[in-house]
């Protein structure tokens, strides 16, 4: 994702190209995921009164995707300046946050 | 990914079928599972009463529509994003 | 799994029978994981005041179990119902749900 | 599964049992995390408690019967719905 | 890990060995998410009134390091005891305790 | 792990290598569901105020501090455990 400031070297081969585009699409898959879980969590109440969403979810839903956005966008930014101010790699040889 | 060659993008379509599968199978098992947890509450009985079963269909019904309208502002907002505005008109 | 009304397809090579029944493998144990979880939520209470399982804690998981395979079931018929009517796949191009 | 032959059979047992390693391992990680998170939540000490072991010795305890129960019922479901009864006895 | 009691067996390949030590850390990292996610939970309270780390939270993430390995040598040594007075493996065809 | 001789050190760092990236992006990945869920819970508008954009900068530098003394403990702690003591020093 070109958001998070990746991309660059010169001339990559076949499989490097193939591999990347994979990369980019688990990585696109998963935080559809998460967002999926999050915004199901945050906007359709686990009661289920109706199977079709009302208006307040469905606008709900809409926002949150932006929202979700938005806070990749700021995370990134965050997280780039503070690699530059530091001059290399954030993070030690153990990286996870859990869930 | 705009640098793939003709070549490449048949060996990557394959690639992606290939995960096709396994992405339904993961979101089928989600649905039940959300399903199961969020309905299925009373165990004084092994069988599913009628007021869970329903609560089970709407559930799977509510779900897709929910995943089907998150898809939907996803490929938009990420296609914004591709595009470099960064910005959706209105909501 | 059958009940999901896969299959069909003629002569299949033996390298996709096994990758077959790998991935059949593979999503028997991911749903027994799923049910693990949920029952044991649903049935243990997490204060463990004593090692054993008691009855009412044992007869709580085996009625989880059924009800599970049982929810399961319904799921698939329903989702089968809405392909048939479609006349064809469900969902779109983002299929997770999170969990 | 039943179309298998017998050299098809051998090559996947081959592949059932490099697995069975990893799912032991995610098993005891998953055992691990439940008895932690469930028995430990005072942080006045660095030392696990007594009573916080105890804790921890019953939930292991009871995690391991858990698994066994819910890995019986499952099987016999799992029996019940190959052979398309879908139906079990009696609870 | 060696406080699992694995390893024995004479004379491993090179491919064998690597992959043991690719397997041991993967379940390094594995362990080290699995704690993140949990002393996060139990001494980070979710509201950030404030970016750094105050001297309660530190202490509880060190102390919580220390809870974490002393309940892992605890499970592994009540799960070998179990295993040698059974004389043989733990558990059945599923193994999984969901998460 | 202490066996491995030259080449075979060399093989495995070229795994480790290629597994950085993925962890990496788990790590980020984690980083924004983290702060998104924690800090993002009203949906009246679709764009994120000011008092929760703070909330998520927080959210951002406090997780990353905390991953940082995790890691310290975690890897003390396991030194500690790979030379048999089990146990370490004074808190």
């Known amino acids: 994702m070109s958001f998070l400031g990746f991309g660059?070297?010169?001339q990559p081969t076949s499989a490097q190209k193939i591999a990347?585009?994979?990369q980019e699409l688990e990585m696109i898959t998963d935080m559809f995921n998460r967002l999926s879980n999050s915004c199901t969590?945050?906007?359709i109440p686990p009661d289920y009164k109706e199977g079709d969403l009302n208006k307040g979810e469905s606008v709900c839903l809409d926002?949150?995707?932006a929202k979700f956005f938005e806070v990749n966008v700021k995370v990134s930014e965050q997280m780039q300046n503070m690699q530059a101010s530091r001059g290399g790699a954030a993070g030690g040889a153990f990286g996870g946050f859990g869930q | 990914m705009e640098a793939l060659n003709a070549n490449e993008q048949r060996e990557f379509a394959a690639i992606m079928e290939r995960r096709q599968m396994k992405d339904?199978?993961?979101m089928y098992s989600n649905l039940v599972q959300r399903?199961?947890?969020d309905c299925i509450n009373d165990f004084t009985s092994k069988a599913v009463s009628s007021?869970?079963?329903t609560c089970v269909s709407r559930c799977v019904d509510k779900s897709l529509k929910t995943s089907e309208r998150l898809g939907q502002r996803f490929a938009e907002q990420n296609q914004a994003m591709m595009q470099g505005t960064g910005q959706m008109g209105g909501i």
Do not use: P, Y
Request: hydrophobic share 40%.
């Open chain 1, 8 to 10: 660059g070297a010169a």
């Open chain 1, 20 to 22: 990347a585009a994979e």
């Open chain 1, 41 to 43: 969590k945050k906007c």
């Open chain 1, 63 to 65: 926002r949150c995707v």
């Open chain 2, 24 to 26: 339904f199978m993961t």
């Open chain 2, 35 to 37: 399903c199961f947890d």
């Open chain 2, 51 to 53: 007021k869970e079963e």
